[in-house]
Each structure stands twice: as C-alpha cells, then as structure tokens.
C-alpha cells in the first residue's frame, strides 16, 4: 500500500491528498516523458483525472477510507487504499494499446467495471457479462451447479 508523505513543496502536512491531484501528477509525468495519452481522455490533466475517476467505481467508505499515519501524534502522510486503486489501473489502463483503451472505456460505459485486468481476462469477463445480462435467470440457473462446486471448494 502507498504512503502519500507530502514533500515541502506540495501542501501543508494535515493537509490531505486529492485523487484528482495525484492522478492529474500521474498523467502530467506520464506526458513529460513522452508517453502517448489515451484518444478519448480530455487534454487539461486535471480534466482528465477527473475523467478517470468518472470511470471508476465509488470508494468504499470502509476498505478504501484514507488514514492518518502518525509519528508521535504528528501526521507525517496518509494511508489512502481509494487513490491506491485509481492510481494502480490508471497505469494498467494507460499500458493498453487504444483499440484496448476504447475497449475497456466502452466496457465501463456498459456498465463493466475495471480493475486492472490482464486483457485476456478482461474479454472473458466482458464476454460473461454479455451472456449473463441477455438473459440473467438463466445464467444465474446454467451457472448454479459451477458457483456450487466453487462455494464447496471442489
């Protein structure tokens, strides 16, 4: 898990770490070094974050909530599992070829959320999401004896 430590330049120390400022850092040194930006992202950086976490699912306010971390009841940075997240498939996201970018925006377009995945997985998962939402009692009732053996541990 990252630690955010804010450095002497960015903000005061209590001050805690937005997931547009750290994504919007991410894409603006993903640029510098000469990296191309995803086709359907927007150009201003902050925008663009924005865009990304507008295509993420919504933090959970238990697993994913951010955390002090203290020295000597001094806040020093932050345990944050959301900005973690966002971060960790921003760059699985941006290592994809654009017919796979576009692939995956117009999966969480439809609905598919995102999460890093090899694209091979992804397809297969994309591919189960379409059978099962064409007829969604029976792929719950086709699939009952599969989720059964894996609920048993066979």
Request: proline share 6%; net charge positive.
């Amino acid at each position: 898990m990252a630690k955010y430590r804010p450095s002497q330049t960015d903000a005061p120390k209590h001050e805690r770490p937005s997931a547009a400022g750290v994504l919007s850092k991410l894409l603006i040194n993903h640029s510098k070094k000469g990296r191309r930006k995803p086709k359907m992202f927007p150009q201003d950086p902050d925008t663009a974050a924005q865009y990304w976490i507008a295509h993420q699912r919504a933090p959970d306010d238990h697993s994913e909530a951010m955390t002090e971390i203290r020295d000597n009841h001094e806040v020093i940075g932050y345990n944050a599992p959301y900005i973690d997240r966002l971060v960790r498939t921003l760059r699985q996201f941006l290592n994809l070829s654009d017919i796979h970018q576009a692939f995956v925006i117009d999966c969480i377009d439809r609905g598919m959320e995102y999460r890093g995945e090899d694209m091979r997985i992804y397809t297969e998962i994309a591919k189960q999401y379409e059978i099962m939402w064409k007829n969604p009692e029976a792929y719950k009732v086709g699939n009952d004896k599969i989720l059964r053996r894996v609920r048993a541990g066979l």
